[in-house]
């Protein structure tokens, strides 16, 4: 949803209104010449000094504005006042995109809008002939992103038992002895998940999303991962967790008893495509990347004895 917030009072306070489509007046909203500080969620808003879109124009891209003459830093923008372009141009062609144009450098100055599409032909229409000394694009809202595991997809790329110890009890009297000074052990258990994305993504870097993790039938009691995997790519891609599990042991060994117990963890790893939703504004684009879980939570344990001479 792409909107403006704007406020009767600097930094966010007092009376405010909620627009999410063109106000050709404030008058008619009864709250013309009060916003003293906004809002700005998706793509960038243009607010003019008098109704019927007249007078001055005020750029505001997606971010908090405590004051209205407060100003953002752009990273990318170009600055004609060190080129032999400056105060030169006469016309345009917008490939895509929506740009400003200043007059002087630094934001400063009249300014026109420029949208994707448009083509003027000759700036003195506009009384703008050879006066464009900076230019930059609006940034987009960022997008917002939602990812589904598509777990029909599946592909087990390993599943084994992995012996990750050994127990070894030996009787040689009469009697029952025990086993152990303690009825049970503790061992490490462990899941890594990681997503990656296609070389091609429109994803951005510092774009966080959760992932719902629910496995398709007969996987519950093999991946045991949480039930979310939250991402933020370029920077939480992976995780790996590690708990604690115990282990009952057993209590006794029978007499001329060799008793051998073999712990074992349960390994398995698996690949799923990964469908994503991307929607900027009212675009939707859907991409594909892949999660990855590895997982060794699951531990048991194997006995097998043998009689003593």
Same mark, same amino acid.
């Given at each position: 949803?792409?909107?403006?917030?704007?406020?009767?009072?600097?930094?966010?306070?007092?009376?405010?209104?909620?627009?999410?489509?063109?106000?050709?007046? &404030?008058?008619?909203?009864? $709250? !013309? /010449?009060?916003? @003293? =500080?906004?809002? *700005?969620?998706?793509?960038? %808003? #243009?607010? +003019?000094?008098?109704?019927?879109?007249?007078?001055?124009?005020?750029?505001?891209?997606?971010?908090?504005?405590?004051?209205?003459?407060?100003?953002?830093?752009?990273?990318?923008?170009?600055? &004609?006042?060190?080129?032999? $372009? !400056? /105060?030169?141009? @006469? =016309?345009?062609? *917008?490939?895509?995109?929506? %740009? #400003?144009? +200043?007059?002087?450098?630094?934001?400063?100055?009249?300014?026109?809008?420029?949208?994707?599409?448009?083509?003027?032909?000759?700036?003195?229409?506009?009384?703008?002939?050879?006066?464009?000394?900076?230019?930059?694009?609006?940034?987009?809202?960022?997008?917002?992103?939602?990812?589904?595991?598509?777990?029909?997809?599946?592909?087990?790329?390993?599943?084994?038992?992995?012996?990750?110890?050994?127990?070894?009890?030996?009787?040689?009297?009469?009697?029952?002895?025990?086993?152990?000074?303690?009825?049970?052990?503790?061992?490490?258990?462990?899941?890594?998940?990681?997503?990656?994305?296609?070389?091609?993504?429109?994803?951005?870097?510092?774009?966080?999303?959760?992932?719902?993790?629910?496995?398709?039938?007969?996987?519950?009691?093999?991946?045991?991962?949480?039930?979310?995997?939250?991402?933020?790519?370029?920077?939480?891609?992976?995780?790996?967790?590690?708990?604690?599990?115990?282990?009952?042991?057993?209590?006794?060994?029978?007499?001329?008893?060799?008793?051998?117990?073999?712990?074992?963890?349960?390994?398995?790893?698996?690949?799923?495509?990964?469908?994503?939703?991307?929607?900027?504004?009212?675009?939707?684009?859907?991409?594909?990347?892949?999660?990855?879980?590895?997982?060794?939570?699951?531990?048991?344990?194997?006995?097998?004895?043998?009689?003593?001479?």
């Amino acid at each position: 949803m792409n909107k403006i917030i704007v406020y009767e009072r600097q930094n966010f306070k007092g009376m405010s209104r909620e627009f999410t489509k063109t106000v050709p007046s &404030l008058i008619d909203e009864n $709250f !013309n /010449d009060c916003i @003293s =500080s906004l809002m *700005v969620i998706g793509a960038p %808003w #243009v607010a +003019y000094e008098h109704p019927n879109f007249k007078g001055r124009q005020f750029v505001y891209e997606e971010g908090q504005y405590a004051t209205v003459e407060g100003k953002k830093d752009i990273t990318i923008e170009t600055n &004609l006042c060190f080129s032999d $372009f !400056n /105060d030169t141009a @006469s =016309s345009h062609i *917008v490939h895509r995109g929506v %740009w #400003v144009l +200043y007059e002087h450098g630094e934001n400063i100055g009249r300014q026109l809008i420029a949208q994707a599409g448009e083509k003027v032909a000759n700036y003195g229409d506009l009384g703008f002939n050879n006066q464009l000394s900076f230019l930059r694009p609006l940034k987009y809202g960022a997008p917002t992103v939602k990812a589904k595991i598509q777990w029909e997809k599946m592909v087990k790329e390993s599943e084994k038992n992995v012996k990750i110890d050994e127990l070894v009890g030996v009787n040689r009297s009469d009697t029952e002895q025990s086993f152990s000074s303690t009825a049970t052990k503790e061992y490490e258990t462990y899941v890594s998940q990681s997503i990656t994305f296609s070389n091609s993504t429109t994803i951005t870097v510092g774009t966080k999303l959760t992932l719902d993790i629910v496995p398709g039938v007969g996987m519950e009691t093999s991946i045991s991962a949480s039930k979310t995997f939250t991402v933020e790519k370029g920077k939480t891609e992976s995780t790996t967790t590690k708990e604690k599990t115990e282990l009952n042991l057993p209590v006794k060994v029978p007499p001329h008893t060799e008793l051998t117990v073999n712990v074992m963890r349960k390994e398995m790893s698996v690949r799923v495509p990964v469908e994503f939703t991307v929607t900027r504004g009212s675009n939707t684009k859907i991409e594909y990347g892949e999660y990855r879980c590895s997982s060794g939570s699951s531990v048991h344990a194997e006995y097998s004895s043998k009689q003593l001479k």
